[in-house]
């Protein structure tokens, strides 16, 4: 299996925890965001929609969208099983993760967008950007790239996407009370499904994770940075790969 994923990109970030949790070997490639290579042609033939990850499984065979990599990959590789066995419980996690998914994703993208990629975009050319927009295969992010090109977000437009993010943290201290892990009392894709977006709120609001506000989170988050598969995932702070990127591009890299 190859997969072709962002070192900070969250769907692909959790497609790395799920093939670590099953001890699955792949070879990881990663791809260049900033150069496009998630528009590259051979890449679209993998993932039409122009987003990291695409998990490719064989010749021809590629699937996308990391919940449905997960999925695939559960299915595939029951042990450790990482769904769980009640329907019911099923489906109470497809809910969480797609609920991620519409809410969570939307909201930080607009926040790492604002950091990782603005900055360069604002400098782009009117040629430059129609030229970029034109290899972009979807109306949603071709409109993302265009606004963050040349109308960036303000403070209060970040401020509000931080707010909505942080709204994962409510609603996981809410499952939390239920029961040990976020759907049922064993780790599942609902809890992989979260860990990117709590590891990015560790880094710009941790007080959100704390004791006093969430205990359960913030008891939750510890246990998660314990298991092994967290570590092999590697989930590099986002300022630190950012400053590495830039000093290996400067370096001509
Ligand atoms: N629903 C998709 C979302 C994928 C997605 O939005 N990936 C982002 C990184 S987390 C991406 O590739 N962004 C680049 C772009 O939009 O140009 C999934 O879960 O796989």
Known sequence: MKLFHGWLSSASRRVRLCLAEKALPYEGIPIDMSKQEHH??????????GVVPALLIGPGRSLYESSTICEYLDELHPLPPLRPSDPYERAVMRNFVRWTDEKSLPNLLILNWSIALQPGASQWSDVQLQEKLARIPTAERREAWSRIA??????????????????LVDKMEQMLAASTWLVGDRYSLADIAAVPFIAR?????????S?????????WWAAVRQRPAFAEARFDRFDDALRARQRESAAGA
């Not at 006093?212 to 008891?219: C, E, K, N």
């Open 211 to 219: 004791a006093d506000l969430h205990p359960r989170v913030q008891a």
């Open 150 to 167: 040349r109308q960036p977000y303000t403070e209060e437009e970040k401020a509000a996407a931080l707010d909505k993010l942080l709204q």
């Open 40 to 49: 590259a042609p051979e890449f679209l033939a993998m993932n039409p929609n």
């Open 201 to 209: 709120i560790d880094e710009l609001a941790p007080r959100a994770l």
